[in-house]
């Protein structure tokens, strides 16, 4: 086996998702620490001289102690070099969360197992699903009160239209959380409530034919409750099958405690096995092989200040072939030029690490003069790939936007690109003007907060944001076969354009969409932009 397929069999790139407070940043953390990563938890939320934690690294995030744009993070562990991307919880910022997955080989669900499925896990899922993705699920605080552990499988399979295959099985929730039974091993995991914050904590085996030491650990009542729903989970549940899941159909479940510990490290060694190596991506028509082809990579996101004193933009790229060497040339495919990438670097949040080499599977963050955006391809220079662009979420809340200070025009400008560039918003001009009228649009309108923030803070400018009636945007497809002068539309339609000059027709009632159609016969409208 040559080196550079023996790198890239050791990687493991996969996603955090989950609905807000299910515990995904703490179960992030958790997996650096058990990689020696860091060296003791922050927490989340909490006072503003609180430790926060390390995947949150905008100031807006440790204000408000939610993740608003995702993070990428690699360490070591037992062999394996691992890529995790946090992505953020909120609907709001559902879209950063799609191209982050687009990166991804496997998605990690968390669940609340006291809330079970919520709207954003749907949300997330659908997403999963229409990638074909493994999924892993972690059902998480075990450690407060939790729903009946079959009704939660349940309501997985009913809500989310996968088949479940429980690894091991909690004993108990809570105060009465005694651990939890491995259903392969055959044996019982007992739980002791470590030091927050800190991978040490009690863990027991205790084999299920050593009754004396089974009535000793968690006593005969959770026992014999256990010893019932063994039975009947042997009875009720999917078998495990390693190829359903690496289809997407079946998720492997797994319980435990994010924030005391429990049951993480388990699930981490598990779900290393499990989870398949980089995979080959659609190029065109052909299929790219990690291993046999040269470097090739994508680019999924864009940052930019993330370094307050640079005020740099970061370019994040999954390498999807090959291996990458931060002396030698690679081409842009769309830009069509032969450069070196600058900087190249390994980001552990808001730290930095230049690296000389990395492989399929792996995150680099370059340096971006602007020349990239979301979707674009970079390859050795004798190769021919270019990867499927990234589709754009259609927004749906529209706000007219002004600076407050007119002479700051320059800097109101680069500064709604710039967060344009990153795909955080999306801008837009009025029909045939220029751009003294701005129109954003976005998924969620925490989104316009986050605007004015950054606006603010980053660029010291000061908005104005004027909301707009419209809820519905479509992309032209056929532009250059319909004369938009002479466009009929409905009295609620408004015209307008993106920065690329693309027309887009906006709408306040869903109706005007098909009225609008059947009155420009030729017409055809798409929900989705390209990047």
């Known amino acids: 086996m040559s080196n550079i397929e023996e790198e890239i069999n050791k990687r493991r790139t996969f996603a955090i998702i989950s609905h807000p407070d299910a515990g995904k940043t703490t179960l992030t953390e958790k997996f650096l620490l058990y990689g020696g990563a860091i060296n003791l938890a922050g927490s989340v939320k909490g006072k503003a001289t609180a430790r926060h934690a390390v995947s949150d690294w905008m100031e807006i995030e440790k204000e408000r102690g939610i993740s608003v744009t995702s993070s990428v993070l690699q360490f070591n562990y037992d062999g394996y070099c691992i890529n995790i991307l946090d992505t953020p919880g909120h609907q709001d910022f559902s879209e950063d969360t799609y191209r982050t997955l687009m990166a991804a080989d496997s998605a990690v669900m968390?669940?609340?197992?006291?809330?079970?499925?919520?709207?954003?896990?749907?949300?997330?899922?659908?997403?999963?699903?229409?990638?074909?993705?493994?999924?892993?699920?972690?059902?998480?605080?075990?450690?407060?009160?939790?729903?009946?552990?079959?009704?939660?499988?349940?309501?997985?399979?009913?809500?989310?239209?996968?088949?479940t295959?429980?690894?091991?099985?909690?004993?108990?929730?809570?105060?009465?959380?005694?651990?939890?039974?491995?259903?392969?091993?055959?044996?019982?995991?007992?739980?002791?409530?470590?030091?927050?914050?800190?991978?040490?904590?009690?863990?027991?085996?205790?084999?299920?034919?050593?009754?004396?030491?089974?009535?000793?650990?968690?006593?005969?009542?959770?026992?014999?409750?256990?010893?019932?729903?063994?039975d009947l989970l042997d009875g009720a549940s999917a078998e495990f099958d390693i190829e359903e899941v690496r289809k997407g159909k079946l998720t492997p479940v797994f319980f435990g405690s994010a924030l005391t510990?429990?049951?993480?490290?388990?699930?981490?060694?598990?779900?290393?096995?499990?989870?398949?190596?980089?995979?080959?991506?659609?190029?065109?028509?052909?299929?790219?092989?990690?291993?046999?082809?040269?470097?090739?990579?994508?680019?999924?996101?864009?940052?930019?200040?993330?370094?307050?004193?640079?005020?740099?933009?970061?370019?994040?790229?999954?390498?999807?072939?090959?291996?990458?060497?931060?002396?030698?040339?690679?081409?842009?495919?769309?830009?069509?030029k032969v450069m070196r990438l600058s900087q190249p670097q390994q980001i552990m949040a808001d730290e930095r690490k230049i690296l000389n080499e990395a492989y399929a599977g792996d995150i680099i963050g370059v340096f971006d003069p602007g020349i990239f955006a979301i979707g674009d391809t970079v390859c050795a220079p004798k190769s021919n790939i270019c990867y499927e662009g990234i589709p754009t979420f259609a927004p749906e809340h529209f706000a007219r936007v002004r600076q407050v200070d007119t002479m700051k025009r320059k800097q109101f400008i680069k500064g709604v690109y710039q967060i344009a560039q990153e795909g955080a918003i999306q801008i837009f001009q009025e029909f045939n003007t220029g751009m003294e009228e701005i129109i954003v649009g976005v998924v969620g309108v925490l989104q316009f907060d986050v605007l004015k923030y950054r606006l603010e803070n980053e660029y010291n400018v000061e908005i104005k944001l004027e909301s707009l009636p419209y809820e519905y945007i479509r992309w032209i497809e056929n532009k250059d076969e319909i004369e938009l002068d002479k466009l009929s539309g409905t009295s609620d339609m408004k015209k307008i354009q993106d920065l690329k000059g693309n027309p887009l027709l906006l709408f306040i009632n869903q109706w005007s969409i098909g009225m609008t159609l059947d009155r420009n016969k030729g017409l055809v409208l798409s929900e989705f932009g390209r990047n």
């Open 165 to 230: 295959c429980p690894i091991n099985w909690p004993i108990g929730s809570g105060k009465r959380f005694k651990g939890v039974y491995d259903r392969h091993e055959n044996h019982v995991l007992t739980y002791s409530d470590t030091q927050k914050g800190t991978k040490e904590g009690e863990t027991t085996i205790l084999p299920m034919d050593n009754e004396e030491l089974l009535l000793e650990h968690i006593g005969s009542e959770a026992l014999s409750v256990l010893r019932d729903e063994i």
């Open 261 to 336: 510990n429990f049951g993480v490290e388990v699930f981490l060694q598990n779900f290393l096995k499990m989870a398949t190596t980089p995979l080959p991506r659609k190029s065109q028509d052909e299929s790219i092989d990690p291993v046999s082809n040269a470097f090739s990579a994508f680019v999924f996101k864009i940052q930019a200040n993330m370094n307050k004193a640079h005020r740099d933009r970061i370019a994040f790229m999954r390498i999807c072939s090959g291996k990458f060497d931060a002396g030698e040339e690679v081409k842009h495919v769309q830009g069509g």
């Open 110 to 163: 968390v669940i609340d197992a006291s809330k079970g499925v919520e709207a954003q896990t749907r949300k997330l899922f659908k997403v999963c699903g229409m990638r074909g993705i493994p999924i892993f699920t972690f059902i998480n605080k075990l450690d407060r009160d939790a729903n009946d552990t079959f009704e939660l499988l349940d309501e997985i399979e009913k809500e989310l239209g996968i088949a």
